[in-house]
């Protein structure tokens, strides 16, 4: 494994049939549907252990977002020799982000690109999970109903038309913030631009329902929900308006790579401390 | 110039700092945040013998596009000396499209990734400047107002996160049609996913305000209002249902490659055809 100055891993990258190749190799052309229409799709797994966590329910959802675009995805067993070849000769001790990403390769036709990077759990990320983060909220455009009724905006797909995402996040870097909660047009929480929401209420861990709302049904957030059980708390979905999460137990965003990050103002207005982050997280696997 | 089997010249590209390269040449790294999160912006400019039509006004939206994407844009004079070296071997009787796309470049920073391509102009582009087009509409999701109160919905930028334009039109194609007006949830005729509207009534030009409805600001259709008067006939923007279209006297598409595409039927019912469309083409300087 080469290395760089620092004490991480340098980035891997590897190519489906071609496997690891130097980092800065250049491998997409001018003309891949990828860079030039933001045509393709992706997944971020968390690697722990030298093991890749939930990859089975990412490469699921993969297929649900390749069917929504129509998308000719590789078979699984294809995309899981590729995130081994990238993961090969990862450091066991060392938290990483692998993500595999398929485009729907050059314009004039042809196969899918696909490809893997790997590279460490970035420090901003770390310090989100380990003292919370502090969030503005803001509007997604969409009334809450809009995309389950229009399939060709996408909803639930996992795209790497990310435009808007990052544009969302740049406005609350803006401001000194952490990240945004995005709101629909009527006034419900939605999502974040890379992450879930999640809240702890009448002993309850709740998310917003995917299919109504057309965010990103979370891997990390149903896991968490579908065990939480084991945690003696019960699980669900509905709506909420941001101002009732300032009465929950504890709010957070959940995503694959930075796990449970608690939201700790929303607005200017402070939330939590939750006493159950750090039994969340360490429930979930992710280190402190 | 190389040439392929068919009639036409092949693809070019070129590269900021390179000049033309082979088009099969990859250019792209794995971690390129135009192919990674669509962070990018781009402009399709048409190609008429041997000339860019319209450039500096291209350009100058580029400007606006990567003020609205904080994104750090070469000078003008580099993008049109990259143009320059594009076309430098382009037949002049070949109609073409040339797209400079500009992404954010490495995921851990570092300079902005700049390259243009230059093709010949598809055979179902120049169908519908000469036949004309079926189109459905189909929501896009957003209340009209939305985007222009939310700046990191990022309205009014070319990005290349365009997997929604590009699924609309795949939904428009399943239904054996050529293309798709959105329209806004509460009901207004907004742009299609590469085109804006134009339409004749009352002796005038008409498009969608571009400000307060977040569309793309259409250079063509720019070009066209503001010269409408050399053709007897005023020029203006406002908001219309699509019903009210089918009273118009020439409903189009237009875009810069493209050009004016009749709107021959909407949503099935039959448009047109306008006895405006062959003089405002040849207005435009499109071949038929």
């Known amino acids: 494994m080469a290395q760089t100055d620092g004490p991480g891993p340098q980035r891997v990258v590897a190519v489906l ?59 699984a067993a294809a995309l899981v020799e590729l995130a081994e070849q990238a993961l090969a000769g990862w450091p066991a001790g060392v938290e990483g982000a692998l993500r595999i990403v398929v485009t729907r ?7 899918v690109t696909v490809f893997a990077t790997l590279t460490e759990v970035g420090p901003k990320q770390l310090k989100g999970r380990r003292d919370g983060i502090t969030v ?12 389950s009724e229009a399939p060709w905006l996408l909803g639930g797909a996992k795209t ?10 740049r406005w609350a870097t803006a401001q000194g913030l952490d990240d945004v909660l995005w709101v629909s047009s009527d006034g419900w929480a939605l999502e974040a631009p890379t992450a879930n929401l999640v809240w702890l209420a009448d002993g309850r861990l709740w998310t917003v329902p995917p299919v109504i709302t057309g965010i990103l049904a979370g891997i990390t957030t149903r896991w968490l929900l579908e065990h939480a059980g084991e945690l003696g708390l019960g699980a669900g979905e509905r709506m909420i308006r941001p101002a009732d999460l300032t009465s929950a137990d504890g709010v957070w965003l959940a995503s694959s790579v930075r796990g449970l990050a608690e939201i700790r103002t929303l607005d200017g207005k402070p939330l939590g401390p939750s006493g159950e982050t750090a039994r969340l997280r360490e429930f979930l696997g992710f280190p402190g």
Do not use: C, K
């Not at 990310?162 to 969302?168: E, T």
């Open 17 to 75: 049939g071609r496997g690891v190749v130097p980092a800065e190799t250049p491998i997409l052309r001018a003309d891949d549907l990828g860079a030039l229409r933001g045509d393709g799709i992706f997944e971020s797994v968390h690697v722990r252990d030298g093991r890749l966590w939930l990859l089975d329910e990412h490469l699921a959802r993969m297929v649900r977002s390749a069917a929504r675009l129509e998308l000719d995805l590789p078979p």
């Open 105 to 111: 390769g050059g314009e004039d036709g042809g196969p």
């Open 136 to 147: 503005a909220t803001a509007s997604l455009g969409y009334p809450a109903g809009a995309r």
């Open 160 to 169: 790497v038309s990310y435009a808007v995402n990052m544009a969302s996040q």
